[in-house]
């Protein structure tokens, strides 16, 4: 269910140059999922009037508490990182539909691709797939060494490899060089991540099935606005799809890439 | 006894605040939020004949307090709007307004003739000031002559009474208020958005896809009251005002201003409640100014 609600600030890092890891804690957390977003009012103000959307990183049912990682680049965000402990947010949600764990089978193994800051959704999902017996390989592109983050936190849940762009982390490129020298042995793929990382991913692996998270500039979160609209391949039925209330996560070939 | 009911023609509300055309889709999406039977009224979506998929994306921008947004009259048509979003809104007690859109005057007589007979579409808005759609829209807006030729053709047709939605981005929007009421609309209202462009700042081009938008939120509040205070005093048909209103106040000061009733658009984004929000701060309002019932603001500024 959808709620709006005032969640109180436990805790907020920033743990890479300008990604800041924000814990919030109130009731809406028992009804989230991975791959699911908030819509979050940095302000009480006009200034900036509309939500930030922000995917959720990490869930904890019993201290009712969600963990969401952003990177503060623009005026909302820069205005969120400096909320302090105790500070309230205006959070609503959760929204949209998130990654299915369930798609992947116990002894199977899933394979989890982000890119920059389309990593965090993907770390909520991990804990899920590993608490449900499931094998995950983690493969994150980011553009350089200092805006990498949670390293330690999937290492801790599966093979991990970073690659960046300019080579100061992990193999130098991005996601798909690196996929393409491991050659990773999966049986369902998870990616967030810029749309040419997932666009990719859909011609690397035609015959596995998989789930992409998408990202596009939304007004209401909710559905009503018509902003945030993808077009559909050919073999789906609807001509269109919102990313917000349909997404943001949608099984691979139904966007149009 | 309500101190916050208006009579409208068509319209029998509970209360004046309703949410605007294209802020709200068919009332879906806010329906899992709250009972929208607590609202005055509806203003659905644009209709028109048919489907139309809206402009390519980014379709929205944010601006310091105000948005821009050509979405582009993205609407399942009018078939699926009469079989599947009509009779979803039947289950509760609400009045809708069906904002009625098109390229060619045929097409918003085909749109009005058949929404009008909807059993809980209790009035129309002709929207001739959609900013954009490359034709139609609000190409009937800006030409006095073009909107009260629009207005009678509808007239002809509706089954219910016709407001009309007037564009500010004109030179003077009392003349077609003026030439819409000659049509033989029952009601206008006033306003819808005004074109801007943002720009990227690192490339210098537009954010928006379609290059210009609709400039809307509590930006564009001034203006609006200045326009349904100048509309006010040239016609005699109620107006229902917008632009821009994001609480009890700005509902005040609308009425004040002159306007029956009050839409309210960018904030539902910002604040899915804000309807159900300004409905339950009204009376305290009202109170606060010594005001028995809520008719007695509307155009007080003048009196």
Known sequence: MIRQERMTVVRQVEIAHHIYELVLQGEIVQDMNPGQFVHVRVSDSFEPLLRRPISIASIDCEASECTIIYRAEGRGTQILSQKQVGDEVDVLGPLGNGFSAEAATEGGTALLVGGGIGVPPLYELSKQLNARGVRTIHVFGFATENVTFYEEQFSALGETHFVTVDGTKGTKGFVTDLLEELQPEFDVFYSCGPLPMLRALEQFYPEKPGFLSFEERMGCGIGACFACICKTTENTEKDYVKVCSDGPVFPKGVVEL | ?303
């Open chain 2, 1 to 303: 006894m309500s101190r916050i009911n208006v009579e409208l023609p068509g319209l029998d509300l509970k209360n004046p605040i309703m949410p605007a055309s294209g802020c709200f889709g068919f009332g879906r999406e806010y329906a899992q939020l709250y009972d929208l039977s607590v609202l005055g009224s509806i203003m659905i979506k644009a209709t028109t004949v048919e489907t139309r998929l809206g402009n390519p994306t980014p379709r929205v921008a944010e601006t310091p307090a105000g948005m821009l947004n050509a979405i582009g009259l993205q609407n399942p048509g009018l078939e699926k709007v009469m079989k599947q979003e009509l009779p979803f809104l039947e289950k509760y007690d609400v009045p809708i307004i069906a904002n009625v859109a098109g390229t060619l005057t045929e097409d918003y007589v085909q749109v009005a003739e058949s929404i009008s007979t909807a059993p809980n579409v209790k009035a129309l808005e002709l929207n001739i000031s959609c900013p954009n759609v490359k034709h139609g829209g609000i190409t009937f807006g800006t030409d006095p002559v073009i909107a009260r030729e629009l207005v009678e053709a509808v007239k002809a047709v509706s089954k219910v009474p016709v407001y009309v939605k007037l564009s500010p981005n004109v030179t003077d929007i009392v003349e077609i208020a003026k030439a819409v009421e000659a049509g033989g609309a029952d009601g206008i209202t006033m306003i819808n958005t005004l074109v801007g462009m943002r720009l990227d700042e690192r490339t210098g081009k537009p954010v928006i896809a379609n290059g210009t938008g609709g400039l809307s939120g509590p930006a564009v509040k001034p203006v609006a009251i200045r326009m349904v205070y100048e509309v006010y005093k040239a016609v005699n048909i109620p107006i229902i005002g917008m632009g821009g209103v994001t609480n009890a106040q700005d509902v005040i000061d609308f009425m004040s201003a002159g306007a029956s009733a009050v839409a309210v658009g960018t904030a539902n984004f910002v604040d899915p409640f804000v309807c159900p929000n300004i409905i339950e701060a009204l009376p305290a309002k009202l109170e606060e100014l010594g005001v028995k019932h809520i008719k007695e603001i509307i155009g007080r500024s003048h009196r």
